[in-house]
């Protein structure tokens, strides 16, 4: 079962607790503020600072 | 007459088919918070990491649709959010998460008015159990004057709600989460993270 639209529209980004929106993809959440990428992995986004990956 | 009371003492008749009591798989943490304030929120949330470690699950601050006692305490304007944290916790500790819990709504206080009420959980794989000070018939009593809800139960593939489920746990945003959480937890109990 593939995450829902809905989950993903409510996530908050936990290092500035803004909002976080999918790519074009739905691999990854963007809080555009932190400029950080939250992967989704097995469905599952992974909402870790420590593992998020910076925007170029 | 005069007698001392003598309680009955059940022996199990087969010993061989006692099964050993084992503590359960620690669970995750999901804790929910009610607010008006965004920044007594924000501090909420910073004490509570301080204490559980790094959330890895953060709603969007939404409303709170709901009419309760918690309108006269705060006043109206209402929000709510979920969190979950990455550190699992066992079973056996959700009295002193809620007292812990308890103490973060006490200072953070203002003139004796609750700023921000603090709802702490557990989430295994089998059910959904909220911490509560409050006695009610489907209540069971831990220690420390807390007692155990137990708000959801997972029955064929999803946590499902029971008739005393209040409103906002039976959202289908918050089962969801839940859902996805459930899956994490999974993962977690064989010491790994998803895709890791
Ligand atoms: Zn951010």
Request: glycine letters at 6%; aromatic letters at 10%; charged letters at 25%.
């Amino acid at each position: 079962m593939a995450i829902s639209k809905e989950l993903l529209e409510i996530l908050a980004c936990p290092k500035c607790k803004g909002p976080v929106e999918p790519d074009e993809n739905m691999t990854a959440l963007i809080c555009r503020q932190c400029r950080l990428a939250y992967e989704i992995r097995e469905d599952i986004p992974i909402m870790l600072i420590d593992e998020a990956k910076p925007l170029d | 007459m005069g007698q001392a009371f003598q309680p009955a003492v059940w022996v199990c008749p087969e010993k061989s088919i006692m099964s050993r009591p084992k503590e359960p798989l620690p669970a995750k943490l999901v804790i929910r918070f009610l607010f008006r304030d965004f920044g007594v929120q924000v501090e909420a949330l910073r004490r509570i990491e301080k204490i559980f470690g790094q959330m890895d699950y953060l709603s969007a601050p939404g409303s709170f649709p709901y009419t309760t006692y918690y309108d006269r305490e705060m006043g109206g304007g209402i929000r709510r959010q979920t969190a979950a944290y990455l550190d699992l916790v066992g079973q056996v500790t959700l009295p002193d998460i809620k007292l812990r819990t308890n103490a973060i709504e006490e200072q953070l206080s203002q003139a004796g008015s609750r700023q921000v009420n603090i709802d702490p959980g557990m989430l295994s794989e089998e059910r959904f159990v909220l911490a509560t000070g409050k006695n009610f018939t489907h209540r069971i009593y831990l220690r420390d004057g807390i007692f155990a809800d137990l708000t959801l139960m997972y029955q064929k593939g999803a946590y499902r709600p029971l008739p005393w489920t209040y409103p906002d746990y039976r959202e289908p945003e918050f089962i969801d989460l839940l859902g996805v959480l459930r899956k994490k937890l999974r993962f977690q109990q064989d010491g790994k993270l998803p895709g890791r």
